[in-house]
C-alpha cells in the first residue's frame, strides 16, 4: 500500500473548507489529474454519494468510481475510490485554528493507495509518480481555499492591457482565466434568493447550477417551459435542495417581461440578486411581435425594464453590509462600437448583427454605472461583467466561424460564469458600478469615440422609458 499524506491551513471556516474539499465535482478545479468529475447519485453529498471521476495517469485516462464511506461534517470525509488498477482510501480531517492564530481550518489529507495484482515492482514505479501528483493536487486545494485576495480597484498596468486592445482580449481566453488563479466560491448561500434569466443554456445554465449547489433559491427565467422543468428537475437531484423555481417569459417581448417582474414580486418575498444573462446576437435584422429589432429588445430592453420593475423588491432585500445585487452579462464586443441611440430599432442604417448586439451591451455597461450611482443609498449595487469567450451553444451557433478557429482558447461555461456568481454573492467590500472580467474592475472605453456620455445616456434612457413604461416605485 502507498500512504500519501499532506496537510495545509486555509483560512477559511471549516464548513466553508468540508463543503469544498468533500465535494468531489470540484476535483478538476483543485487535482491537474482529474480531467472530470461529475456526481451520479441525486440528492445533497453526504454518505452514499458516488461520483464518477476521469483520472489521467500519464498517456492513459482512467476511470474511478468514488463513494463517500465516511461523512462528518465538517470534521472528516472518507471517500473510497475504485478504478481498474488501483483501490483509494481518501481521508480528509478538518480541525479549527484557534481564533488567537487568526482562525480558519488545518486540514489533514491522507491517501492509501492499493495497487490491484501488482508486485513490488509496480509499487515502486508508482509511488514516485503518485508523490508528486499527490503534492500537486494539495498545492492546488490549498490554492481554491486560500483567502479572497483584497478587492482589487483599476489599475494602470490593467488598463493599459485593455487599451492596447491585443493583451486586454488575451484575457477572455481559457488560458487568461486560468492565469488569474481565482479561489474557489465556498459562501453559504442558503438565504438567498438569485433570479437568473437565461438559465436554460450556456453561461446562465452554469451560473444557476453553481448558485443552486451553493444553497441558494435560485428562479430559472427562461421562454421553454419543458426545457425549465427538466432542469428544475436536473437541479433539484444535483443540488439536493428543492428551493428551485421555474418562470416563463420570452423576453424579447415587453408585456412578458412586465407580466414575469409581476409575478416574481408576487412569489419571491426577497430578491439578493439579479442577474440579467440572457442575450443573443442575431445574423439578420427582425422585429418581435411588438414592432422592436429583436437584438435590442432582449440585450438591452429585456434587462431595463425587468430591474427597474424588481427595483422595490432588491430594496427590500439589500442592506449596508449585503446590499442586493444586480448583474448585467455584456461582453468585451462592447469596447467596439459606439452607441446611437437615434436609431436603437436600426430602422435607417443597413443591418449589423455584431454592431448591433455590441451596442446593446455598451448600453448596458453605461446603464449599469448610472443605475449603481443613483440606487446606492437603497442598498442596491448594480454591475456589468462580461464573460470571456466562452464555449456556449449561443457561440456556436451565432459565430461558427469563431467557435472553429477560437475553440483551443474558449473558456468553459464555468468559468465564464464565476465573476457572475462571485458578483451576486458579494458584499459590501465590492463596489457597484464596475465592469469585470475575472473579479477585476475593468476600463470601459478604449476606443476614442466610444464613451457615452451623460446626455447620451440620458436620451437613451428616456427613449427606453417610452417602450418601457415602467416607473420606479
Ligand atoms: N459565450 C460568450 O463567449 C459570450 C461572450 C460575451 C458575452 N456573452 C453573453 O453571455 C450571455 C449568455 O450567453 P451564452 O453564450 O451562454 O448563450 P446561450 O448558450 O445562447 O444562452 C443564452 C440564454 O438566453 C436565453 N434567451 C435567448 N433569447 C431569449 C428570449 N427571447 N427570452 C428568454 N430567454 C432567452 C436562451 O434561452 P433558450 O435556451 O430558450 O435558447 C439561453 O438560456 C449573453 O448575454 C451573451 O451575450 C457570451
Redesign the pocket.
Known sequence: MIRLQETLTSPRSPSECFRYAADFRQLTGWDPTAVRATKTTPGPVGLGTVFEIAVRFGPRVLPMRYEVTGWRPPHQVVLRGEGETVIATDTIRFSPRPARDGGGTDLVYTADLELKGGGAWLDRVVRPIAVINGRRAINGLRRQLAAEPPVVTRSWSRDLADRLLLPGAAK?TRQGFAHARLPAITTDASDRTIVV??????????AATTLARLGARVVL????GA?LQALRDTLIADAGHDRIAVQI?????QS?VRALAARLIASEPRIDALI??????YGERALTAEGRE?SV???LL?PYTLTRALLPRLTASGTATQPARVVN?????QYLQALDVDDLDYAKAPYDGTKA?AQA?RALVALSRQWNDDWQARHVRVDAM??????????E??LPGFHRTMRRF??T?EQ?ADSIVWLALADAAVPGGQFWLDRQPHVTDVIPGTVVHRNTLKMLAERLDSVSETGIA
Do not use: C, Q
Open positions: 477572455f434569466t437565461g438559465a436554460t443554456s450556456g453561461i446562465g445554465l452554469s427565467v427562461g421562454r421553454d426545457k417569459a420570452d423576453l424579447a417581448l412578458e440579467n444573462n440572457a442575450g443573443a446576437l429583436r429588445a432582449i440585450n429585456a452579462v455584456s461582453s468585451g464586443g448586439y451591451k462580461h464573460p470571456g469567450w466562452v464555449d456556449t451553444p449561443g457561440v451557433t451565432s474558449l473558456r461555461p465564464g
